[in-house]
């Protein structure tokens, strides 16, 4: 059974603080590793690819765990407008559709 | 500006009654996709196109039907037998039809709700 698994949150942290969410997939041969963001009611868009020898975008770092089936997303310096859903989003082979976990929801405030 | 456009943006639907959903891309991409999410649920995926003439079902199909006669539009029916329709629906595309390797582009999605 193909599972991607988050917490859903919600996780509520003040201005500044440095939050980190982890997703765990089931499937160890998984190749492609995503983190989309989502404000309600509204369509999701792609954070970061993840790749294996992780990576980092501003405030944003991304890591991936072969060993332990996980990746994280870490947010430093958070700001109000990171406020949203992130969504963890998972290969499981090569021709058939990305699989998407439930989303954990980030709440930053003032 | 190329992306995907998705109407309407609100939609009802009364008791044994068939709706279709429109998506078209201007992005000329191979693959399609429609989502449903429920509040507070992520998404699950109904149908998939890779190429024109051709789709398969994804994880909750039962109830839906889509048709893919252009590379551009991949319009989505929910259908009387689907008993539960009220969700938000998204329509995505990738570039090519190599499904787990490729970033996904969303239209702005659909809300139906049963009357």
């Known amino acids: 059974r193909k599972e991607v698994e988050q917490d859903p949150g919600p996780f509520n942290v003040p201005e500044g603080a440095t939050v980190a969410f982890n997703c765990t997939y089931s499937n160890s041969a998984s190749q492609s590793f995503f983190w989309y963001r989502q404000d309600c009611r509204k369509e999701p868009k792609l954070l970061m690819s993840?790749?294996?020898s992780g990576n980092e975008d501003g405030r944003f770092t991304a890591q991936l765990n072969r060993a332990s089936q996980y990746i994280s997303l870490l947010i430093r310096d958070s700001k109000l407008s990171d406020s949203a859903t992130y969504l963890c989003v998972v290969s499981y082979s090569g021709n058939t559709p990305l699989v998407f976990g439930k989303g954990t929801r980030l709440s930053v405030i003032a | 500006d190329g992306g995907i456009t998705q109407s309407p943006k609100y939609l009802f639907r009364k008791e044994g009654q068939n709706v279709t959903l429109s998506c078209e891309q201007n992005l000329n991409h191979d693959a399609m996709y429609w989502y449903r999410q429920d509040p507070g649920q992520g998404l699950r995926l109904i149908y998939y196109s890779q190429i024109v003439n051709d789709f398969q079902k994804g994880d909750i199909a039962e109830g839906y039907s889509v048709s893919r006669e252009k590379k551009e539009s991949f319009p989505l029916t929910v259908t009387s037998a689907q008993k539960n329709p009220t969700a938000f629906y998204l329509c995505a595309s990738s570039p090519t039809g190599s499904l787990a390797a490729e970033k996904l582009f969303f239209g702005s999605g659909t809300q139906l709700s049963v009357l």
């Open positions: 993840v790749y294996s």
